[in-house]
């Protein structure tokens, strides 16, 4: 099992483009993308949780109810969400996919991200159609990962490659961020595409199991988006027989899967709107996985903690402190904190109380652009990791002025 | 009932008294602080829910166990929290003030407020009792609130007075900010004094009753902190007959320490840390008062709108957004958005969807240094108020630098 190069086109049959319509006014900022399966895919997504939903999920969920799909078309630059005419302009979209390609529009997904609450015209997504369906190639991915950009300032893709079944199967994804991004349901948008060969209920069930512990556990800001989708077309051409169970080839697929969801939540913290450095923040020793996962949350999730990982600050009180209050059944008098990065290792918290560091040791530890905190609750056998990023100037900055 | 001038010395018989010891290096900020009644009060404290607890507050909960207080001491500088002999000290802070003023230990509450997870010294503390001891005075609340201020730049402090049983009765309070306040838990630090005569149980109750209303609906940044504390001691002499079941002179009593208790709550939020302006975020048209409190608190949690807030962007989506994600069983599609200041009123989302409104017009309501936002999810008649503030660049830089 290997990272290889490329994204949702590193997988068999799968075509993907991205172009700029006219939905953003900067010319130079793609802003549709189209991703199409060569044939027919199984299909599976989930969705944000949040009560206000775009109008593209509700019409995406529709559309996958027959466990198949065969395109996805997307729009960065406005949500598609809190508008009178949603529905009816995300089920456009779909409808222009049918007109230009031939595939049916029950078979089309569709997603949209950026200012919610403005009206979304058809206009500029009908005339840049047939510039959209030509531009399509098995190159695609890097166009649709730039078309689905906001706010992000790294394209992110990852693909791997897996043997199964005695032959060469892969799984490739893209993902957006980086403002509005926060554990505990379906976060982002995220495509991803493999020629595994699996039936619907399988995919759904492991993308269901995937995404507990790899999107789920990315915080940007603590705010959840009301446009988050993962999905995921699995078209068969790898030419494995198709898993139906959970047997060995299922435990194999997951595993790739994590690959390539857990490097995009990495990459989706990592890119944090304003953020100068990813924040991993690992919990063992915890007596179950829910513990270990709602403690690995509390940390990254405090802007208080985030703040002092900018200044470089090796302010551990704030990690108790948020585990303090994060609901966990811990005992605090058993806690250890340790900071790591490239530049060393600085444990400062032993059983729930202080220990001596090096002040001028810890700037440096703390100032690398990867910053593992490492938390050993010393009660069990349990761990998680989450992924998240500092709270900058910039954050703020990028968000006092993004919609006007 | 009307606010007059003072605070935790404007009802009779309180003394109060703030010096600088030496637990702070910069000579000119107080960090110690003494109220004492001059006769036995009934007291009631509510705590802080993290499970990481200064050491402070286990004290002054055992010392209260009884119902009955005389003083409470606070140092600011260091919090007291998550060291091995946390309990010892506080003790010993306790210890000294029946040193110097012959209170018994056991009448004497103790907080402390500042950074965790370094160890506190007693030898300021004690080097300092003395002086402390001779500043009491009824004019030193001013000197009091400023003691315990951390990173607060104003000074909070309230009196309000009413008439009770055909005598005169004031309720004064101080408070301390500005960082690590989140909703949800009695938050903050606060000290209440009246020369209302009313039983413990009584005070209890009110107390309880009152922080759902006032502390526990402000947010400056999402963090409980371990030392959160707010305490009443009622001494009596204003000679009314004792309140001791829930009459009208009961419902008097939690009218006035309302009128306390919400002023202090504004304050903090108004003086959270980095803060350009407070924000109002009142829910109305609820089908029941907590849907009202939640919806009203996760407006104001919302780090991407309180950016914008900052920016003066009437991203209005993002309140829509943060009501979705809150948990509360809402209609969406009839959903009333309004942003008011002195400035001007500007409905900007009604039954869900936008209303075209000025941008010119938008950023001058919103340039205002206290900005309401009114939600009204027409559905109901329960309505609830919170406060909290934007979140600035300034945030990030006391928060980047705070330790060290």
Redesign the interface.
């Known amino acids: 099992m290997q990272y290889i190069a490329g994204g949702v086109c590193a997988p068999k049959g799968f075509k993907a483009a991205g172009v700029h319509c006219g939905i953003r006014k900067n010319r130079t900022k793609y802003d549709l993308a189209l991703i199409v399966s060569d044939e027919m895919a199984a299909a599976a997504a989930v969705y944000t949780?949040?009560?206000?939903?775009g109008a593209p999920i509700l019409v995406t969920k529709e559309h996958l109810a027959d466990g198949y799909a065969r395109a996805v078309i997307v729009n960065s630059g406005n949500?598609n969400?809190?508008?009178?005419n949603g529905i009816e302009i995300a089920k456009g979209m779909c409808a222009l996919v049918r007109e230009h390609t031939g595939i049916d529009e029950k078979d089309v997904a569709v997603a949209s991200t950026g200012?919610?609450?403005?009206?979304l015209s058809l206009q500029p997504i009908a005339d840049g159609m047939e510039k959209l369906v030509n531009a399509l190639s098995y190159d695609g991915s890097v166009d649709a990962a730039n078309a689905i950009m906001t706010t992000d300032t790294l394209l992110k893709q990852f693909a791997v490659e897996f043997m199964m079944d005695g032959v060469v199967c892969t799984i490739g994804g893209i993902a957006k961020g980086s403002?509005?991004i926060?554990p505990n349901?379906a976060t982002m948008l995220s495509f991803i595409t493999t020629d595994c060969a699996i039936s619907p209920e399988m995919l759904q069930e492991a993308l269901k199991e995937d995404i507990v512990e790899s999107f789920n556990m990315v915080s940007v800001?603590?705010?959840?988006?009301?446009n988050d989708m993962v999905m995921i077309m699995a078209n068969g051409l790898a030419g494995n027989s198709p898993i139906t169970k959970k047997n060995a080839d299922y435990a194999t697929f997951r595993s790739a899967l994590r690959m390539i969801t857990q490097m995009l939540s990495r990459a989706i913290a990592k890119d944090g709107e304003g953020a100068t450095k990813l924040i991993v923040s690992k919990t063992v020793g915890a007596k179950n996985v829910e513990t270990a996962r709602t403690v690995a949350k509390a940390v990254i999730?405090?802007?208080?903690f985030k703040?002092?990982m900018?200044?470089a600050?090796?302010?551990?009180?704030?990690v108790?402190?948020?585990?303090?209050?994060s609901g966990?059944d811990?005992d605090?008098n058993k806690i250890d904190v340790t900071f790591s990065s490239e530049m060393g290792k600085l444990p400062v918290?032993m059983n729930?109380?202080?220990v001596p560091f090096d002040?001028d040791e810890a700037k440096k530890v703390l100032s690398a652009n990867e910053v593992n905190v490492l938390v050993d609750l010393c009660d069990g056998e349990c761990e998680a990791t989450a992924w998240g990023c500092d709270?900058?100037?910039d954050?703020?900055?990028?968000?006092?002025?993004?919609?006007?």
């Open positions: 949780q949040n009560l206000v939903k949500a969400t809190c508008n009178a200012v919610i609450g403005q009206p403002g509005m926060h349901m800001d603590g705010d959840t988006s009301t999730c405090s802007n208080l703040a002092a900018f200044g600050d090796a302010n551990w009180g704030r108790l402190c948020a585990i303090g209050y966990a811990v605090v918290c729930g109380a202080g002040e709270l900058t100037y954050y703020v900055k990028i968000n006092g002025d993004y919609r006007t």
